[in-house]
């Protein structure tokens, strides 16, 4: 026999608490206590885990959702669902728990849908307010717009209530610096290339639920003033003088896009204040040998009071934020690589005249840093989409059951991933936010970094119009920086569009098309006898299902392995299609032959559906093409195309050569 009993006095620290081993039953068991006001940290393994609880009164906190927890509950979790028990008593809550390996479960947990879904928690997907300083190009696109724009549809077919937001982010002082060479005021430049940034998105198909301005949002200066106020009230954020650097002629204060230097951790060239290669920070006097982009003068270095927050006291609550949701190793590598550093100051506030200045007066004639600043908007988003849903969010009072989701690129990381949980914290001591982080690394044009400055870019004006914007999203989706960088060449666009997405996928389409025309009077033929190469391909097409599914879950996603199992159906189709032909026309096979055509329109029925994340336009039109409407739900099953619909795939264009493509194939002809 085996018996053990609780005792206090051999707890030892795990999981943030105190715990004690029970030996001898044939699985992993231990005794648990949570003290008053105290949590377990959020982690998940590949065990199976039940908590029995004995005393104490508290909740569970499991992938994100509440559960009471009283003497007498037992909680079983499942592999990998991520959980937390918090104490909200007054006394300790004690429990028991067991837990043991089991591999078929832990694999059926691994690919559970269900499991990863967000249920009736609201899901509030940011992609990165771009600067108003000129329009978007490819590189921009291909990156945050797109990943949110693709995965907010793809929750939405799963019935979570998910919303896109963004906006310009006006305060920046690159719009500062394009105001001042274009001869406008930086209001107005603001504004102008916040319209155009909003056309461009829409002409990409991406229509974000909240586009925030924040120079005219109303209610957003003092909303952002009161956040800060919090911040500062934390006690942790001070008005602190250290050096900056200001321009040797001039005297004009230093940072950001006017100074230029090596970065002090990688040593790469930098602008102030961050840098593109490392995705360190810097204060910008640590530059080394900095150089003003005013003037030839040598920078000078004089000391500067701001309000400057010590975000190097700030590892451990980094560290448990970064356990609680979706956050990739290049950004746990990070907050590593930051964390070694013995000092990292952060200023808060800089001299400007754009922007917005604190409400506190401990400095003069500054405003606060337009990237902290960002944190805030983010929560303002949320209460101004709110305001127009009915919805009670409110900034001030961010909610537990918030799912948080931001895709940005890799140079935007640190902001992200490492500052903005520090002055969550601050701001609101009473949340833990439940952020998931989706980054990119750089897209390069011909080999060299998209940019603004040099106008070396592929504006998305030149090349989204009506024929092109699917084609667009899906070039982009295959080739995007999601784990290094990668490279947009117009003529690697150009071959994918004549041989992929016309050679390949519009022509089986046209060509299944006039077979159906052509043998079932343009409907779709109901399934006949099944030999087993038409079950085995059936069994196939539920694989890429289940691969495309797993390919647009929040744990996995990833547009690039989207793109190819897309291609990977067409592909899988073909073969199928080719080894059919043999017997289509046999007298002696026609039910046969006609069950393989149900299965290859049960394929395009399917390309509709799981294609739509990525290319609305196009899952659109071939859904429509088949007879049926346009998909709304993600596909639980591999269905057959209802017998007798109307299919009109034969005449269906779904995609157009460029305008230089259609003139090379008209030349061509002539010769």
Avoid at 253 to 278: F, H, K, M, Q, W
């Amino acid at each position: 026999m085996i018996f053990s009993k609780y005792d206090p006095d051999l707890l030892e620290p795990a999981f943030g608490i105190g715990m004690s081993d029970v030996e001898g039953l044939g699985t992993g068991a231990g005794w648990g206590r949570v003290a008053p006001g105290g949590a377990s940290t959020s982690h998940q393994h590949d065990e199976t885990e039940f908590f029995v609880v004995v005393a104490g009164e508290g909740e569970f906190v499991v992938d994100g959702r509440r559960h009471p927890a009283r003497p007498g509950t037992l909680a079983l979790f499942e592999p990998f669902e991520s959980h937390v028990l918090e104490n909200t008593g007054d006394d300790d809550l004690v429990f028991l728990t067991q837990y043991w390996r089991d591999t078929g479960r832990a694999l059926i947990s691994a690919g559970n849908n269900e499991r990863l879904a967000f249920g009736d928690r609201p899901v509030f997907v940011f992609s990165t307010p771009p600067t108003p300083n000129g329009d978007l190009h490819l590189g921009h696109l291909s990156g945050p717009y797109l990943g949110a724009d693709a995965f907010v549809r793809f929750q939405r077919m799963n019935g979570t209530e998910a919303w896109h937001l963004t906006g310009s982010d006006d305060y920046q002082s690159y719009v500062v610096n394009t105001a001042r060479r274009e001869g406008r005021a930086p209001a107005e430049t603001a504004a102008r290339y916040s319209a155009e940034i909003a056309q461009t998105l829409a002409m990409m198909d991406i229509n974000p639920d909240q586009y925030t301005v924040t120079d005219t949002e109303p209610g957003y200066r003092q909303g952002l003033r009161n956040f800060f106020s919090q911040v500062i009230a934390s006690g942790r954020a001070t008005v602190t003088e250290r050096d900056a650097l200001f321009d040797g002629e001039s005297g004009r204060y230093l940072y950001e896009a006017d100074v230029r230097g090596g970065c002090p951790g990688c040593g790469e060239s930098t602008s102030g204040n961050i840098c593109e290669e490392c995705g360190e920070p810097n204060t910008v006097v640590d530059l080394r040998q900095p150089r003003s982009n005013e003037s030839d003068a040598e920078p000078r270095r004089a000391p500067l009071a701001r309000w400057s927050l010590p975000l190097h006291q700030f590892r451990d609550e980094v560290s448990t934020h970064h356990s609680l949701g979706r956050v990739p190793a290049r950004l746990r590598e990070l907050g590593d690589r930051l964390f070694a550093r013995p000092v990292l100051d952060i200023p808060l506030s800089h001299p400007a005249d754009w922007g917005v200045p604190p409400a506190e007066k401990d400095v003069d004639d500054q405003v606060i840093w337009v990237w902290p600043e960002m944190s805030y908007g983010f929560l303002h988003g949320i209460e101004a989409l709110g305001a127009r849903l009915g919805r009670g969010w409110q900034a001030a009072v961010p909610e537990q059951d918030w799912k948080i989701v931001h895709f940005f690129g890799y140079d935007n990381s640190f902001y992200h991933a490492v500052l903005y949980p520090v002055l969550y914290r601050l701001a609101h001591p009473g949340w833990q936010p439940d952020i998931d982080y989706h980054v990119n690394e750089f897209y390069l044009l011909e080999g060299e970094k998209f940019s603004t400055s040099r106008r070396h870019a592929i504006w998305g004006k030149e090349i989204l119009d009506e024929d092109t914007v699917d084609a667009v999203r899906y070039f982009l989706s295959r080739t995007r920086p999601e784990a290094e960088r990668t490279n947009f060449r117009r003529a690697d666009f150009r071959s994918v569009l004549h041989d992929t997405l016309i050679g390949t996928w519009q022509r089986w389409l046209n060509d299944l098309g006039a077979r159906i025309a052509r043998h079932y009077d343009g409907k779709a033929p109901d399934a006949g006898i099944w030999t087993p190469e038409h079950s085995a391909f059936l069994a196939r097409l539920g694989g890429r299902l289940d691969a495309v599914t797993g390919c647009l879950r929040a744990d996995g996603f990833s547009l690039n392995q989207a793109a190819a199992e897309l291609d990977a159906l067409v592909a899988e189709t073909l073969r199928f299609v080719g080894r059919e032909a043999r017997t289509a026309r046999s007298a002696g096979w026609q039910d046969e032959a006609r069950t393989a055509v149900a299965l290859e329109l049960a394929a395009a029925r399917l390309l509709a559906s799981v294609a739509t994340p990525l290319m609305p336009r196009f899952a659109g039109h071939l859904a429509t093409a088949l007879g049926l409407p346009k998909p709304t739900e993600w596909p639980q099953a591999v269905e057959l195309v209802p017998p007798g619909s109307a299919v009109c795939l034969a005449t269906t264009v779904f995609f157009r050569p460029t305008t230089e493509q259609a003139g090379n194939e008209d030349r061509g002809s002539d010769r």
